[in-house]
Every structure is written in C-alpha cells, then in structure tokens.
C-alpha cells in the first residue's frame, strides 16, 4: 500500500515549511499567490488528501448538511434540491442527499446515518410511511438544526416550510366549480401527510362554500405516479354518473390520466375539466396543457437552506428559533385542460 502524503511532503517538494502549506491549503491572505500555486501544483502532482477527520474534530464542523427526500426521481423534489445546492454552494457547505422510498424503516436508518456522519443540520421531506419523528430526537438532543420542507411533522416544535395546501386546494376546486364542473374526483396521496390532508380539506371547503355535498366515493387514494393514471381512470369509467371534472394532487399523474380518458373517448376538458398540481415540466408538454397549482420547489429549498445556514452561523438570530412554520405563496395557474368558459 502507498504512504499517506502528508503536509511535510508537500513542503520539502516545494522548499517551505509546513505551516505554510497549511495556510495556503485554508486560503490565508498571508501567503504569497505564487507560492499558493506552486503548493497547490505539488497537492495536485503527489495526490495529497486533506484529512478532514482532524479539521472536523478541531472546529466540530464537517461542513456537510443532511437531506431526507421520499423519492428522488420527482421533479419537484429535484427543484427543491437544485434551490438547497444553489444556497449550500453559496455557504461553502455539502449536501449528503439520501431517499426514504417512501418508508418508515429506510427514513429511520437514513437519520441515524446522518446522525453519525455529524452532518451540521438536517432537511427533511417525510416519508408517507412515517409514523413518529422519535428518530429525530438525537438531532433535537445535540442541538443539531433539524428543518422539516413540503412534507412536514406538525406540532414537533421544529421549523417546516409549506405552501398552503388547503388554499392552493380550495382556489383548484373553486375553479373547477366555476367552470361548471358538479362532480369532481379528487386523487390524492396518503392523507397522514399533512400536504394530502390539507389538501382534502381545502377540496371539501370549496364544495361546502358552493352547496355541494361531500361524496366520499368520489376520493380516489393512489401512489400519483405515472403509472397509475391507467387504475384512477378504470375507476372513473365505473362511476355513475360519470364525474366531470378531476383534481390530481400532481402533474405528471394528471398527464397519465389525461392520456387514458382520451383513449377511453373522454374530450378534456369537454366531458372532464382537469387540474394538476406542482406546475411541473410535464404540464406544458401534454396535450392540452394542464391547469396547475404553482409550487415553488426551487425557493422552498433555497429558503430552506438558507436559514439552515443563518441557524448554524447565529443560533440566536435564525429564523428556526423563531418560528414553527414558514409559508410560501402559490398561484393556480389556468391552462386549456380545465377551460370550459
């Protein structure tokens, strides 16, 4: 096995000494540009690793943030992680991204490996799967910042950041009603997620303001992935009367849906008026284009990170000392798909 180079190395092949190597390596104004670029040549020409076990344990930092996603093949979890790099790059710190799959057990193991990597703070969306937040303690205990995002555990004295699910939900349903629509399927996740039950709510509200009576036969519990379009829209075709007019809780599930009430000979929005949610790419691509719910994936995650990194600099002056909740704005965003007006 090769030797470890080491800093002494580097300072006997470059001829200074071995507190300067340190100093430039940790960018210190006192070192000559040039002598920085004859050491960093040298790093690069011997493969000199910085040991960051013995920087971690003089500063107690690892420079390194935890992030727990349910899946990471959702765009609108990409955009949220695109908004947390963007942020993190800007604070010199890494991101160690890892997915629940949507389970219990997985999100409970991916917190204890970030608790014994030392990540400096912890974003999490929760898995539906997730029953308590007990993993989380230890983070709680050490006084490690833990932010919840999207999917967050209401009532555990941490930060979340939302949009406004029941608004977002109510403005959807509202329009649907405008249009005309009297029968309205609404296709939502796991309603122990806060997003789905606030979302519920907000499609119950709209019905209620309007006079319309809440049929539960008309909520359709599904995984909102592509592939499940094909099995909403068997059930639709069951129902009797036939809805006109369908709320899914995202794009790319409302694409799949779309796809299959044409191939049963249903117009959108003629015979059924349809809204997504996410404003996902996926929405201006199909044919017509779909009525969405703006969610602003990007900003909630650079928001996120943001006030991780304001906590981690000034405990006292971060935002999640603060505040339990933080709530973005989001717009309906009206396209053809539910146009009948």
């Not at 007019?245 to 790319?252: A, E, K, M, R, Y």
């Amino acid at each position: 096995m090769e030797k470890e180079i080491t800093i002494y190395d580097i300072a006997k092949d470059v001829g200074v000494s071995p507190t300067t190597v340190s100093r430039a390596l940790n960018n210190h104004p006192a070192v000559k540009e040039k002598t920085k670029k004859k050491i960093f040549d040298a790093v690069h020409k011997m493969g000199y690793q910085s040991n960051v076990f013995a920087t971690n344990l003089r500063t107690r930092r690892t420079n390194n943030i935890g992030v727990i996603v349910p899946r990471l093949n959702s765009s609108f979890q990409s955009s949220v992680i695109a908004g947390m790099e963007k942020a993190a790059n800007e604070g010199g710190l890494n991101l160690i991204i890892s997915q629940s799959l949507e389970s219990f057990e997985k999100e409970k193991a991916n917190a204890n490996t970030m608790f014994n990597s030392r990540v400096d703070g912890l974003l999490v969306s929760l898995a539906s799967g997730t029953e308590n937040i007990d993993h989380y303690t230890p983070f709680l205990k050490k006084g490690i910042p833990l932010l919840f995002y999207d999917r967050i555990a209401e009532n555990s004295g941490c930060t979340g950041i939302v949009i406004d699910n029941i608004q977002a939900a109510q403005k959807a349903t509202d329009h649907l009603l405008e249009q005309g629509c009297k029968r309205i399927v609404h296709v939502l996740g796991n309603i122990n997620i806060n997003v789905y039950a606030d979302r519920l709510k907000g499609y119950k509200y709209a019905l209620l303001e309007n006079d319309i009576t809440f049929d539960p036969s008309l909520i359709i519990h599904s995984d909102l992935n592509e592939e499940a379009g094909e099995e909403i829209v068997r059930k639709i075709m069951k129902m009797n009367p036939l809805p006109d007019g369908l709320f899914v809780s995202n794009d790319v599930c409302a694409a799949s849906c779309i796809r299959h009430l044409k191939l049963e000979g249903i117009r959108i929005p003629e015979d059924m008026a349809v809204v997504g949610f996410n404003n996902e790419v996926i929405s201006r691509l199909v044919e017509p284009n779909i009525t969405t719910v703006d969610y602003p994936g990007y900003e909630m995650g650079e928001l996120a990170m943001k006030n991780l990194i304001k906590y981690l600099e000034n405990p006292k002056e971060g935002m999640l000392e603060k505040t339990n909740k933080i709530t973005l704005r989001s717009d309906l965003i009206i396209r053809d798909s539910s146009k009948r007006k």
